[in-house]
Every structure is written in C-alpha cells, then in structure tokens.
C-alpha cells in the first residue's frame, strides 16, 4: 500500500480488504462515464472480470467499485476510500477521478498492468484505505522528440498510456526540425513527401564516423494527429504540438527552398538533415514565410483544438538556437532589419516570434517557445519552458509569464544515467534517478507571487540517438516516474527527499514497468542488449555547471 507512485499526500490504513469478484459491479455517476469506460477495459484485460454497470454503489455487496464527481475538491484532486461498503473514487472533476482510478489500479497489484489475464482463480483484492490527494504543480509533462527519430502512431498512444499511469497530464509534441518534418499539412504537400525523409543517419554524436545508410522516416497523417489528442483527451492529457521556428528549420527549407536564405546559400540543393547539432540553415524573414508559417498554423491549430484539455490553447514554436549568420549575410535580412527599424538580428528574431505571438493570440491560443524568445520582449499572455538552466524561468516568471521548468542540467532524459563505459551513447552530464527525485521546479530566488508563475514541470526526451522504442524507453524509465513524483506530489526541501524510500517503492514499481513491457534501465545498470559498444558520445566531465 505504501508503495504508490507517485506519493499520495495522505494514505490512512484500513484492516480489511475488498475482493473484486464476478458479481462486483462498477458505477458511474454523472460526468464519469469516460473514466467509467476506460477502467472497465484495462481492468476487465487484466482480471477477467466483466465489471458490469452498476446502478448505484452497492453497500450492502461491499465488492464493487464507484466513481462520482464532489465539487468541493480541486480538478485533479481526489478521495479513494475502500472499506465494508466497496470502493469509492471521487474527484473534483473527471480528470481527478481518473486520477484516482489509476492510483486503484497500482493497489490491485502489478498484474493489473497487463493486457490480459493470467489466468482464473486469481485474488484481486484492494486493501481499506483511504487516499487523499491531488498534485503540486498544473503541469507536469514529458516532450517527446519524434523529429529526429520518428516513433509510429502506436508508439505514441502507447507512451499516452505510460503517462497517464504516471499522473502526467501535458504530451509536448516535438514535430518538426532539421532532421524531418512529422505533420501533414494539406496545402504543403511536399513538408512530408521531402521534409519526412532522410537519406542516412548520424549514428552516436555528430563526431561519430558512423552511419546508419537507410532511409529514416515517417509522418502522421492529420487523422494520426487527432487520434493522439482524442486519445489523450480520454486520459485527460493535453497535447501541446511544436512546430519549431526561425531555427530547426532546414527540412522545412529542404521541401520549400523558398523558405530560406536564398541570397546567401543555395538553398535548391538543401536535403532534409541527415546528422546533429545546431544548423545553420533558418528561416528567411520575410513575408512569404510568415504566410507560409500561417498557413501551416491555420491546420495545426484545427488538428489540436483548444478545447481537448486545460493545457491545449498553447502552440510551442520552438525559438531556440537560431543561428544568426546567414541573417548577418542576407541583404533581404538586412532590409527588413533596416525597414522595422530594429536594433539587429536578435532583435529581428524577437520581431519573427512576436508575429506568431499575435496571430496565435488573435486566434484564442497562447504561445510558448523555449527561453530564448525572452530576449527581445514578450507579448503577455506568451509563455516560456526555461531549458537552459533555471535563469529563463526566473526571468520569465520576474516579467510576468508563465513558465515550464525543464532545465537540462537536471531533467533532459536523453543525458546518460551513469559514469559507466557501459552506458549506449553517453550524452551529456550524469544524471542519476536520485538526481532527477531531487529536482526542484521553483528556483529559490522567486517570490510568492512569482513562484505562482511556474505552472509545473516537465523532463525532455531528444531523440538523437534513440532510434527505436527500446532506447527511447531506456531514456526515459525509470527517471520519468522520479519526475513524476516530483511534479505530483508534495515533497519536501531536495536535500531531505526520502530517496531511499523512493527507491524502495520502486521495486513494485520495476514490476508494474514490466507488466506494461517498458524496457527499463535496470537498477544495476544495463542489460548485455541494452549496451551500444563503440558508439561515440558526448561525455561532459565534470558536475554541471552551477543553475
């Protein structure tokens, strides 16, 4: 029982149990009837059991399970008592006591992970307890890179489902960069039939001599994109998409040479990216790019409506490592710098952000973009995710923006879990389960009021040298459920975070992990198959740098 993850805020022990048999029922009051269907699935896979409706909570059977709305607590926050009359979940909204009905589903064990029975004559039992609780912070995320390696649709759905047993509730969608374009846009046929392909692949870090010389690609088609937000939807989690602008931008230029610097390159001969790191080749800024941008916006937003969840207003456009020297170089930029009358190149990337800004506020939605597009000035409903350490997100909430604090130093999950050599691919500073469980979202400096900026948190995951789910879940487990702890529950000063206890409650969680057939790091370090010998990294000696 005390095994949960994440920790709820309070847990009060019964002595008893409620054994979910054949006959129990299960009931949905009104405005739960989604969590209702959802439950009765991956439970009735599990158990066997058929779970059929009930009319009300059953007291006197005391062996079924109810769901119901209490407006006296928070969206997310719920209530779960079992005890001689059953199991009751309640949740200030839907999304809380959905909440709630996966915390029911860690209580029944580990095998009410799986997507099928085990067999009959098994005890499915849910202790008598009762379980107060609700999250920390509004946002609590992962961003998930399928530009650089595309993951297929089922892949997708599926890290949907990891979330969601996670308490996560934002998927930041990364769509779009050098190394492919993943959206179909119907008015741009050719973002896909050219941006979505690759002719070879950078295997390791971009000094690496080696190559994967197959073809890489993929995209989702439009009705991909709205089965990923109506199924996260159903898991009340947003899907905020990334389309990423001036920068990143080379398979976009690829499939549309028009798009860049013209003047200064031959941008004719451009190729969708086949290798890492920052790329020279951005946007022109001229006018027939912000159409064309709009244009790909306009669908974007259709395919994302604002209403599939609290976080779905927010478009990201990226904004970050915009190299400015073809800008420098190119008499179009130039012009355009001379006619806004800006004061230069990052002032012109600040005027490029600032028009999406107002077109996507016009339109009911709000922007976000990495920490770089503070510089030059914000509109104020714009928000910023500070990746570059804890300055952008202490800049941002001091200018009165919202703020997702996502840090490399501490939650970028594509940086390697040991100072091992036997880790695949080391990239970046070391950076341990215990280290992502004591990350701290707020910086210290902020006052109350600015604190109240810091909508959450979430880890990144860049693909680079993840080229199949196996390695992408490698990256990304276990550190997501320490993320997930530390965006959900309530924990104390990082110093004093019951590490132990944590690690602890993770050898349940390793089984659930298993039962839903994620490819985990084991605690002792990689499996012989898990291991890329030979593979050039990007080890950084050394602590990172001070946040």
């Known amino acids: 029982m005390t095994d949960l993850i994440p920790a709820p805020r309070s847990v009060v022990a019964g002595s008893g149990e409620v054994r979910l048999t054949a006959h129990s029922r299960l009931y949905a009051g009104d405005g739960t009837e989604g969590v209702e269907h959802w439950l009765r699935t991956v439970l009735g896979q599990a158990t066997g059991l058929p779970l059929r409706e009930g009319r009300e909570h059953d007291e006197a059977a005391g062996d079924g399970i109810a ?4 407006p006296r607590l928070g969206p997310e926050e719920y209530r779960l008592v079992s005890d001689r009359r059953g199991v009751l979940a309640e949740g200030g909204s839907a999304a809380g006591v959905f909440r709630g009905a996966q915390t029911l589903r860690q209580l029944l064990g580990p095998d009410a992970f799986r997507r099928a029975t085990l067999g009959r004559g098994r005890v499915w039992a849910v202790p008598h307890v009762t379980i107060e609780d609700g999250p920390r912070f509004r946002w609590r995320g992962l961003m998930l890179d399928v530009a650089r390696h595309f993951m297929p649709k089922d892949g997708v759905l599926r890290y949907i489902d990891l979330m969601a047993a996670h308490k996560l509730n934002v998927l930041h969608l990364h769509l779009t960069d050098d190394q492919g374009w993943r959206v179909e846009i119907r008015r741009y046929p050719r973002l896909t039939e050219t941006g979505s392909w690759r002719a070879r692949t950078k295997i390791g870090h971009r000094a690496s001599p080696l190559w994967d010389d197959r073809p890489h690609g993929g995209h989702y088609t439009q009705d991909d994109l709205r089965e990923i937000v109506a199924y996260a939807a159903e898991r009340h989690i947003s899907v905020v998409p990334e389309i990423d602008v001036p920068g990143h931008s080379q398979a976009a230029i690829a499939a549309y040479p028009e798009l860049g610097n013209a003047d200064v390159v031959d941008t004719a001969s451009l190729t969708v990216w086949d290798t890492w790191g920052i790329n020279p080749n951005v946007l022109a800024p001229t006018d027939h790019t912000l ?12 395919l994302f409506p604002a209403d599939a969840g609290p976080f779905s207003p927010f478009v990201h456009i990226g904004g970050d490592e915009c190299l400015k020297d073809q800008w420098r170089a190119s008499k179009t930029a130039q012009k355009r710098i001379g006619d806004l009358g800006l004061a230069g190149e990052d002032a012109l990337q600040a005027w490029f952000i600032g028009h999406f800004d107002g077109w996507l506020a016009a339109r009911g939605r709000r922007l976000i973009g990495w920490d770089e597009i503070l510089e030059g000035g914000l509109a104020p409903g714009a928000a910023v995710s500070s990746w570059r350490g804890y300055a952008g997100g202490v800049g941002a909430a001091r200018a009165g923006h919202d703020v997702v604090m996502c840090p490399e130093q501490q939650v970028y999950l594509d940086h390697r879990q040991d100072a091992g050599p036997d880790e695949p691919v080391p990239i970046g500073y070391v950076r341990t389960l215990e280290d992502v469980y004591r990350f701290e979202p707020v910086p210290a400096e902020l006052t109350p009021g ?21 390695r992408v879940d490698y990256q990304t487990f276990p550190r997501l459920a320490a993320l997930a702890e530390v965006a959900w529950s309530d924990l104390p000063a990082p110093a004093d975070r019951d590490f132990a206890g944590f690690e602890r409650r993770m050898t349940t969680h390793y089984r659930r992990l298993d039962a839903l057939g994620v490819a985990y790091r084991p605690p002792t370090g990689p499996l012989p198959w898990q291991r890329r010998p030979g593979v050039l990294g990007r080890p950084i000696d050394g602590p990172p740098p001070r946040l």
Do not use: H, K, P
């Open 67 to 70: 769901l119901r709305l209490d």
């Open 450 to 470: 600015e604190t109240a900026r810091v909508l959450g948190t979430q880890a990144n995951v860049w693909t680079e040298v993840m080229e199949d789910q196996g």
């Open 291 to 302: 159409r064309f941008y709009e244009g790909v916006l306009e669908e974007v937003l259709e």
